[in-house]
C-alpha cells in the first residue's frame, strides 16, 4: 500500500491525472492538480474555508440554468475570460481586438436589412451604429454578418426577462462595399447581477459592479477569424473600473448627437438621435 503523506500527495495525484487517455486532458489536469494544491499551502486552507468555497461553487451551479450563467459571471469577475480571450486572439495590432462575450449572448437572432430596428418598442434616444468591416489590407468584406446585441436602459438584456420576442438584438450583413447600419438605442452603463453568488463575493470588496455603456457584437465571415467584441461609448461612466475587465481604448467611441433630419440608411428621424462611426478590421484565418 503506498502511504499518503502532505510531502508526495501532489505527485501522487498528479501521476493518477497524468493517465488520461487525451494528452491535453492530462497536461491540463496535472497542471490544476498542481495549482490548486499550491494554493491550498500557500494560503493553507483550512477545512471551514474549503466547506465555503464548497458551498458557493455548489450555489453558483445552482442559480444557473439555460437563462443565467454565473460560472461565466465568475470567470468574467475574476479576470479570466479575458485573460483566455487575450491569449487566444492575439490578432494583428491593426485589427479591431476582441473581448469578452459576456453571459447574455443569445443564438438565432432574426436577420435585418441595413439600418433596420433592434429596438422596436424599447424606449430610448434613436443611436445609428455605422461604418464599414474590412480587411487588414482595407478590402471591403461582403455579407460579414453581425450579430449585435445591447442592454435596456435598466441594463436589462432579454436574456434576464421573460419575453418571447427578440428585444435589442439582430443580424446585420455588410453590403457590398463592406458598409453596414445598426439601429437601436444608446445603452447605458449597468450593474452585472448582484443577487448570486458573485454578487455576494463582489460586496465584501470595494469592487465596483459596473459595466461601462456598451454594444455587443459578434463579426463572422468566411476566412476571417470570428471576432466577439463591444463598442464603448467615449466619456462613459465606469470606462476606467469596468468589473469584468472588457474595456479596450481601441473599441471607444465618440457618440455624436445629431439633429432630427436624414440618418444613416436615408431614411428620415424626426427625433435627436445619436450616430457611432466605426471601421471592424477583420483578422484573416491563418493558413493551415
Ligand atoms: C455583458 O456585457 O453583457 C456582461 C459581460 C460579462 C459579465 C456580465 C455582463
Ligand atoms: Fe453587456
Known amino acids: 500500500m503506498q502511504l499518503v503523506t502532505e510531502d ?20 491540463l489536469m496535472t497542471a490544476l492538480v498542481r495549482h490548486l494544491h499550491d494554493f491550498a499551502r500557500e494560503v493553507r486552507l483550512t477545512e471551514a474555508e474549503w466547506m ?15 437563462k443565467r450563467e454565473e460560472f461565466i459571471l465568475a470567470s468574467d469577475v ?27 449572448h443569445i443564438d438565432g437572432s432574426p436577420e435585418l436589412e441595413f439600418g433596420g430596428d433592434m429596438s ?15 480587411s487588414l489590407d482595407g478590402t471591403p468584406v461582403a455579407g460579414a454578418v453581425l450579430d449585435v446585441w445591447q442592454a435596456d436602459a435598466e441594463g436589462a438584456y432579454e436574456a434576464q426577462l421573460d419575453v418571447d420576442e427578440a428585444r435589442l438584438r439582430a443580424k446585420y450583413r455588410a453590403r457590398e462595399d463592406g458598409a453596414y447600419c445598426v439601429r437601436t438605442i444608446t445603452p ?31 463579426l463572422t465571415a468566411e476566412g476571417f477569424e470570428p471576432l466577439i467584441t463591444h463598442l464603448f461609448e467615449e466619456g462613459a461612466e465606469y470606462l476606467d473600473s469596468d ?15 445629431r ?22 478590421v477583420l483578422q484573416p484565418c491563418a493558413p493551415r
Open 8 to 27: 508526495n500527495i501532489t505527485e501522487l495525484a498528479q501521476r493518477r491525472w497524468a493517465t488520461a487517455k487525451d494528452p491535453r486532458t492530462a497536461e
Open 52 to 66: 465555503t468555497a464548497v458551498q458557493w461553487l455548489t450555489a453558483t451551479g445552482q442559480i444557473s440554468d439555460e
Open 78 to 104: 475574476l479576470g479570466l475570460s479575458m485573460l483566455v480571450v487575450q491569449m487566444n486572439h492575439r490578432f494583428d495590432p491593426a485589427a479591431t481586438p476582441a473581448t469578452v462575450l459576456g453571459p447574455f
Open 120 to 134: 422596436d418598442d424599447v424606449e430610448g434616444t434613436p443611436l445609428y451604429i455605422t461604418g464599414n468591416v474590412r
Open 188 to 218: 447605458k452603463g449597468y450593474s452585472i447581477p448582484m443577487d448570486g453568488p458573485v454578487g455576494t463575493l463582489i460586496e465584501q470588496t470595494e469592487i465596483s459592479h459596473f459595466r461601462p455603456a456598451h454594444v455587443h457584437f459578434l
Open 243 to 257: 468589473v469584468v475587465f472588457g474595456t479596450k481604448q481601441e473599441l471607444v467611441v465618440r457618440f455624436e448627437q
Open 259 to 280: 439633429e432630427p433630419g436624414t440618418a444613416p440608411d436615408g431614411t428620415t428621424c424626426d427625433v435627436p438621435w445619436v450616430e457611432a462611426r466605426y471601421d471592424f
